[in-house]
């Protein structure tokens, strides 16, 4: 059974950043596409970043801030936020889609999520 473990959320200052870290245990990552996606209170989730094989997706809203990667030997995806804005503040999630023939962007597309970390991000 594939399950997925987010951490490394917390509270930031603006300008700040943070870490995000999302293990998956029950295959091995490089069989999935990843992705972080996020809800804000009283809103939609949406996708933030996506990574496939080589290829993969950012939101607009956080081109040149945020850098997705993936460590196959620890089976572990990595979201690291620079230049946090409290705008970025929402639940953080971590999912998986069995290795898809192109990038999936949208939360309907992937079957597996973690449970979600919090970030916060200050004024």
């Known amino acids: 059974q594939v399950q997925l473990v987010e951490s490394g959320g917390g509270l930031v200052q603006a300008g700040g950043s943070l870490r995000l870290s999302c293990v998956i245990s029950?295959?091995?990552?490089?069989?999935?596409?990843m992705g972080w996606f996020r809800q804000a209170p009283g809103k939609e989730r949406e996708s933030v970043a996506i990574?496939?094989?080589?290829?993969?997706y950012y939101a607009d809203s956080v081109k040149g801030r945020f850098i997705i990667s993936r460590d196959n030997a620890k089976n572990t995806v990595f979201l690291q936020m620079n230049s946090l804005k409290p705008e970025d503040t929402a639940v953080y999630y971590c999912?998986?889609?069995?290795?898809?023939?192109?990038?999936?962007?949208?939360?309907?597309?992937?079957?597996?999520w973690g449970q979600g970390t919090q970030v916060t991000v200050s004024s």
């Open positions: 029950g295959g091995p990552i490089s069989s999935y596409a």
């Open positions: 990574i496939r094989r080589s290829d993969g």
């Open positions: 999912a998986a889609q069995r290795l898809p023939s192109k990038v999936l962007t949208t939360e309907y597309e992937y079957e597996y």
